[in-house]
């Protein structure tokens, strides 16, 4: 079945920390992967896919198909990084997602 | 560069009535989705159309009904709305580079 789990619900971490928000995926065909990220009260923004292997705001994800997994992570988190983040995989030709049930990331000063 | 335009923001339904949520994309993307987010159960796909003139339900597509009648606008409709339906609607639609998602309507049904 094609799934993907967010293993964390809630992450807290301090100003300065790394960061690393866990994603697995479940597919049998070549997954496309995406992260996702909401701030309060806002609208999803997509944040990194994995085809374009880009860093944003600092975060970086790499798929590694052998782990099934496709981490978020940044070296320094920064407090205006508070927000949900969304896992999802891209899987068959209707583009639909499959989504993460998110990570609320929390950064405190 | 609009993206995609989602109206209203807000909105209060009492239990029975009805109401359209609407959808609007200037991206040229033919695929368009509806989903529904409630606290702590991510984001379920209500329905979604991969085309005008073609629409098809997602997980959660009971109490709802949607139209495609062109490649920019994805109405939503609430018949008989239900306290079950109070929550946040978000549209996106969807191209190459991932999906642009509205600002979402948050209705609440008393």
């Known amino acids: 079945a094609q799934r993907v789990t967010q293993p964390e619900k809630l992450l807290s971490v301090f100003k300065g920390a790394p960061v690393e928000l866990k994603c697995n995926y479940s597919?049998?065909?070549?997954?496309?992967l995406f992260w996702y990220v909401q701030y309060s009260r806002q609208r999803l923004q997509l944040l990194l896919r994995?085809?374009?292997?880009?860093s944003i705001k600092g975060f970086t994800a790499d798929l590694n198909k052998g782990e099934t997994s496709f981490h978020l992570k940044k070296p320094f988190a920064q407090e205006e990084d508070s927000a949900m983040y969304y896992c999802?995989?891209?899987?068959?030709?209707?583009?639909?997602?499959?989504w993460g049930l998110g990570t609320s990331l929390a950064v405190n000063p | 560069n609009a993206g995609v335009t989602q109206t209203p923001k807000f909105r209060i339904l009492k239990i029975g009535q009805s109401m359209t949520l609407q959808c609007a994309q200037d991206?040229?993307?033919?695929?368009m989705y509806w989903y529904r987010q409630d606290p702590g159960m991510g984001l379920k796909l209500i329905y979604y159309?991969?085309?005008?003139?073609?629409?098809d339900k997602g997980e959660v597509p009971n109490g709802y009904n949607v139209s495609r009648s062109t490649t920019e606008d994805f109405p939503l409709r609430l018949e008989l709305a239900a306290p079950s339906q109070t929550s946040v609607y978000f549209c996106?639609?969807?191209?190459?580079?991932?999906?642009?998602f509205g600002s979402g309507t948050r209705l609440t049904v008393v």
């Open positions: 994995h085809i374009s292997r880009e």
């Open positions: 597919y049998s065909g070549s997954p496309e």
């Open positions: 999802a995989l891209s899987a068959g030709n209707n583009r639909k997602l499959i």
């Open positions: 996106a639609s969807g191209g190459n580079y991932g999906y642009t």
């Open positions: 159309s991969v085309g005008a003139g073609i629409t």
């Open positions: 991206m040229n993307h033919n695929y």
